[in-house]
C-alpha cells in the first residue's frame, strides 16, 4: 500500500486525509520537517510515497493525477509531490536537504521557494518539488486545467479556494480527460459520446482495462466466426458485433485514463489484440466467401499486408524522427497551418482511414455486401491512405534540415529484422556501402525487393529463379543495412523489407493454385507480422529488439524469403502448401512464447508503465 506523509499545520474541516485513504494510500501525519524526513526513511523502498501539505485544497481528482499516475517515477501538483521507487533516492536526497535547510519548524521553516496557485506560502512538498527540479531531476506535472490545487496562505484564500473547487465538476472534467484528446472522426462523433460512460461504469464495478482489451478481442473472434459462416444474417451480425468490440476497443483506454490503470502488459494487449481482431475478422470474411463458392483469400492475404504494411511506414518514420535534432520542414510547417483551418483536420484525419474509420467500412460492408467488394473497398482504401501518408512523410524528410541519432539508427536496425545472412552480406560490403550517396541505400532495398517479387510472380512454382532473386534480395539487404541508418529516407527501409518478404509469399502461394496453399501463407504471415507488431513495441516501452537469438531461429526476414523461394522450387504445388503451413506453425510458436514470456515477465519484473495512444493510422 502507498504511503502519504502530511506535513504543516492541519486545518479543521479539511478533506484531505479522507482524500488520500480515498486514493489508496495510508496516511501517516508529520508534526514537522524532521519527522517527516523520519517517517519517510521508514516507508520501504519498494512502495510509492507521497508528501502532502496539510493544507492542501483541491479536486479529488487533482490528487489522483498528481498522485497515483503508475507511468512517472516523480509527480507533483501544487502542495503535494510523489516518488515511485524508481524516484525514492532522488525524492529522500530533496528531503533532506530541504529538512537541514528549514530549520525543522512545523511549516517548513527556511523563506518559501516555491509558489502554489494561491498566495505566497512555505510549503515542504513545494520546496522538495522545486529542489528535484534544480537538480535535473525529471518530475512529472500534470495538466490540471480547470481542477484545483492549492496550498492557501490564509483563511481568506483557503474559503476562495473551497468555493472554487466548489464550482467546478471534476467528475465532468474526469470524463472528459478519459477521451483521447486526438482521434478520428468516426472515433470523436459516433463512439466516444457514450463509451466515456461505459468506462465509467466499468471502473465503478472494478473492471481492469485488461478485462475489457480482453472482451473486445473475443468480440471480434466472435464476429469473426459469425462471418466465417457466409450467411447473409452471418454477415449482419458479423458487422454488428465488429462495431461493439470497436466500441470495447475506445472504452479500455478510456477506462485506463479515467482511473490511470496504466501498465506495460495493458499497453501490449491493447496494441497486439488489435491486430488480432482485425487480422482473424479477414479470414473469417475469406472463409464465409468461400462457403458461398468464392475464393478471396489472395485479397485477404493482401489487404493484411498492405495494412501491416502502412503501420511499419509510421513506425519507422516516428523511430527514426523521435529525438531528430533541427526537426523542421516548410511540409511541417504547412501541415501546422491547416491545422488552424478546423475542416481539414477532420478531412487529413479521415482519408488516412484509421482504426475507427477503417472497422466503420468493413461493418457496414460486410453487412449489406460481399466479402470480395468489403476487401476491395478496403485495399482501395488504404492503397490511397499508404499513398497519401508516405508521400507527406518523403517530403518532409527530403526538406527537414534534421541529424538522426544512434538511438533512431539502432531502432531503424532492429525494426529491419536482418537475420545471418543480411548481417553478413552487411559486414562483407561496408565499405563500399559506405561511399554511397544517402539516398541510394533505400533504393537498393527496393530494388532487391521488387526484383523478387517480380520473379517469384513471373515463374513461380518449380524453377530455380525466384530462389536466386532472393539471394540477390539478401545481399541488397545487407547493403541497405551496412552503415547506421541515419539517412534522410533511411526509415523507408524497414517497410521496403516487410513489403518484398510478405508479398512474395502472397504470390508464390497464389502460383501454386491448389486449395489451402493462399491460407497459409495468410497464416505465415500473420506469424510474422506479430513478430514485428512485437519488435515496435518492445521499442516503445524502451525495452530494445527481441533477443538475437529469437531473430536467428526464425531466420530474419531475407532468411525467411529465401527458404520459402527455395522450397517453392524443391516442392510440388500439395508439398508446397505443407510447408508453408508447417512453417507458419513453427514461426508462430516460437514468437508467442518468447512474446508472452517477456511482457509477462516485464509486468511482474515492474517495468515502467506506459499508455500506447492508439495506432497513428
Request: hydrophobic share 50%; proline share 5%; charged share 15%.
Amino acid at each position: 500500500m502507498p504511503t502519504a506523509i502530511l506535513t504543516g499545520q492541519p486545518v479543521p474541516g479539511s478533506s484531505i486525509e479522507g482524500d488520500l485513504r480515498s486514493l489508496g494510500y495510508d496516511v501517516r501525519t508529520a508534526s514537522d520537517p524532521a519527522d517527516a524526513e523520519t517517517l519517510l526513511a521508514q516507508v520501504p523502498g519498494d512502495q510509492r510515497v507521497a508528501l502532502v501539505d496539510a493544507r492542501f485544497v483541491g479536486h479529488l481528482h487533482a490528487l489522483r493525477l498528481g498522485l497515483t499516475d503508475p507511468r512517472f517515477p516523480l509527480a507533483a501538483i501544487p502542495g503535494a509531490v510523489t516518488a515511485q521507487p524508481a524516484g525514492r533516492q532522488a525524492l529522500t536526497r530533496a528531503v533532506a536537504r530541504e529538512t537541514s535547510a528549514g530549520g525543522g519548524t512545523g511549516d517548513g521553516g527556511a523563506p518559501a521557494r516555491a509558489q502554489s496557485s494561491v498566495g505566497d506560502v512555505d510549503s515542504l512538498a513545494d520546496r522538495v518539488a522545486t529542489a528535484l527540479d534544480g537538480e535535473g531531476t525529471d518530475v512529472h506535472r500534470p495538466e490540471l486545467g480547470s481542477l484545483v490545487a492549492a496550498v492557501p496562505a490564509d483563511p481568506q484564500a483557503r474559503n476562495e479556494a473551497r468555493q472554487s473547487v466548489a464550482s467546478v465538476d471534476d467528475e465532468a472534467i474526469r470524463l472528459k480527460s478519459a477521451v483521447k484528446a486526438r482521434d478520428g472522426f468516426f472515433t470523436t462523433f459516433c463512439i466516444s459520446p457514450y463509451s466515456r460512460y461505459l468506462a465509467r461504469w466499468c471502473a465503478r464495478r472494478g473492471l481492469t482495462p485488461n478485462q475489457v482489451t480482453t472482451a473486445s478481442l473475443i468480440t471480434a473472434l466472435i464476429a469473426a466466426g459469425c462471418a466465417a459462416t457466409g450467411t447473409r444474417g452471418g454477415f449482419v451480425a458479423a458487422g454488428l458485433l465488429l462495431i461493439f468490440s470497436f466500441v470495447l476497443d475506445c472504452t479500455d483506454g478510456q477506462l485506463a485514463r479515467y482511473s490511470l490503470q496504466y501498465s506495460t502488459l495493458g499497453a501490449w494487449l491493447d496494441a497486439t489484440f488489435d491486430r488480432a481482431k482485425e487480422y482473424a475478422y479477414y479470414a473469417g470474411l475469406a472463409l464465409g466467401a468461400a462457403r458461398g463458392g468464392d475464393d478471396v483469400w489472395a485479397l485477404a492475404l493482401g489487404a493484411m499486408i498492405l495494412q501491416t504494411c502502412r503501420h511499419v511506414v509510421d513506425f519507422s518514420f516516428n523511430e527514426a524522427n523521435h529525438d531528430a535534432t533541427a526537426n523542421t520542414s516548410p511540409t511541417a510547417a504547412l501541415s501546422d497551418k491547416l491545422d488552424s483551418v478546423g475542416w481539414t483536420v477532420w478531412v487529413r484525419r479521415m482519408i488516412v482511414l484509421p482504426i475507427g474509420e477503417r472497422w466503420a467500412m468493413i461493418a457496414v460492408l460486410t453487412a449489406v455486401t460481399t466479402p470480395r467488394i468489403t476487401f476491395y473497398a478496403l485495399l482501395v482504401g488504404c492503397a490511397f491512405a499508404a499513398t497519401y501518408t508516405t508521400a507527406g512523410r518523403v517530403l518532409r524528410s527530403l526538406t527537414r534540415k534534421a541529424r538522426r541519432t544512434d538511438r533512431a539508427a539502432q531502432a531503424l536496425a532492429d525494426l529491419a529484422d536482418s537475420g545471418e545472412r543480411g548481417l553478413g552480406f552487411a559486414a562483407a560490403l561496408k565499405k563500399p556501402a559506405r561511399r554511397l550517396p544517402g539516398f541510394a541505400l533505400p533504393a537498393v532495398a527496393l530494388l532487391g525487393g521488387v526484383l523478387v517479387v517480380a520473379v517469384s510472380a513471373a515463374t513461380g512454382l518449380g524453377t530455380p529463379w525466384p530462389a536466386l532473386a532472393a539471394l540477390v534480395y539478401a545481399v541488397t539487404s545487407g547493403i541497405a543495412v551496412a552503415r547506421p541508418l541515419k539517412g534522410a529516407l533511411d526509415w523507408l527501409i524497414p517497410p521496403v523489407f516487410r513489403a518484398a518478404e510478405y508479398c512474395t509469399v502472397l504470390v508464390l502461394a497464389a502460383k501454386a493454385d491448389v486449395n489451402g496453399a493462399l491460407p497459409a501463407a495468410f497464416g505465415l504471415v500473420a506469424a510474422v507480422a506479430y513478430h514485428h507488431y512485437d519488435t515496435v513495441y518492445r521499442i516503445r516501452g524502451g525495452a530494445g529488439a527481441p533477443p538475437a537469438w529469437l531473430v536467428r531461429t526464425i531466420g530474419g526476414h531475407e532468411g525467411r524469403t529465401l527458404l520459402v523461394t527455395l522450397l517453392a522450387a524443391v516442392l510440388t504445388a500439395s508439398q508446397f502448401t505443407v510447408a508453408l503451413t508447417a512453417l507458419a506453425v513453427a514461426v508462430a510458436l516460437v514468437v508467442l512464447v518468447e512474446s508472452i514470456r517477456f511482457w509477462v515477465t516485464a509486468h511482474k519484473g515492474g517495468a515502467p508503465a506506459v499508455h500506447d495512444e492508439g495506432e497513428p493510422a
